[in-house]
């Protein structure tokens, strides 16, 4: 059974400090590996996308990586803003044209002053 | 361009009544999927529906839950006979089609049955 699951379940940090985010999946065969971020009340944002190829991608302050040998993906987050207060969802696609990719449960942060 | 849109964004509702949310998909996406995300859970798809092909329902929890898709742009998820346990925020992604690793959420439409 496909599945991804994410640690830690909540985290929370002083603003200005780092982070990382943790996801493990068990999906095969992989396509692909997504981080969403989701704030309170609203719907998931793609933050980045992997696939097999790809050990890191960055956009800004996240950074995220990749290892598809282990099935690890994890989630940097560099000198953190109150803004970062969210959810933040591991997704992963298999590969042979499945449509629907299944969803990591979430890591909740909270970024306080 | 504009993004998804569902409405409404809160729904409180009784009970045993139905309720229809709505989702409007963003421009050229033909590719229309619902999920169900309860509290502390992750995202549970529902249905998907792709161009003018039938409907994958395979996710809908019960025979009180429906979706349709007019036109092939605006979509309608209509619970029937609501129960305590349909509470949750209901969320409609769109995409391209080919594309499904790039879906693109609506706000979400809390629902909560008293």
């Known amino acids: 059974k496909n599945q991804v699951e994410q640690s830690p379940q909540s985290l929370i940090i002083l603003e200005g400090k780092n982070c990382t985010l943790q996801?493990?999946?068990?999906?095969?065969?992989?396509?692909?590996l997504r981080w969403y971020k989701q704030d309170t009340g609203r719907g998931p944002v793609s933050l980045t996308i992997?696939?097999?190829?790809?050990n890191t991608k960055s956009n800004g302050r996240y950074t995220a990586t990749l290892d598809a040998d282990t099935k690890q993906s994890s989630l940097h987050i560099t000198a953190s803003q109150l803004s970062d207060s969210a959810s933040y969802i591991c997704?992963?696609?298999?590969?042979?044209?499945?449509?629907?990719?299944?969803f990591g449960r979430g890591t909740s942060l909270i970024v306080h002053p | 361009g504009a993004g998804v849109s569902q409405s409404p964004s809160n729904k409180v509702t009784e009970k045993g009544k139905d309720v229809e949310l709505r989702c409007d998909p963003i421009?050229?996406?033909?590719?229309l999927y619902w999920y169900r995300q309860s509290l502390g859970q992750g995202l549970e798809f529902l249905i998907y529906f792709q161009g003018n092909s039938a409907p994958d329902k395979s996710g809908l929890p019960s025979d009180r839950f429906s979706a349709e898709r007019t036109g092939g742009s605006v979509s309608t998820l209509t619970i029937q006979r609501t129960q305590q346990e349909d509470s949750a925020v209901y969320l409609c992604?769109?995409?391209?089609?080919?594309?499904?690793?790039?879906?693109?959420f609506g706000p979400g439409t809390r629902l909560t049955v008293t």
């Open positions: 421009s050229g996406h033909t590719a």
């Open positions: 992997m696939t097999f190829s790809e």
């Open positions: 997704v992963v696609s298999a590969a042979g044209g499945s449509y629907i990719p299944t």
């Open positions: 996801c493990n999946y068990t999906v095969s065969p992989f396509s692909n």
């Open positions: 992604a769109s995409s391209l089609p080919q594309r499904s690793y790039e879906q693109y």
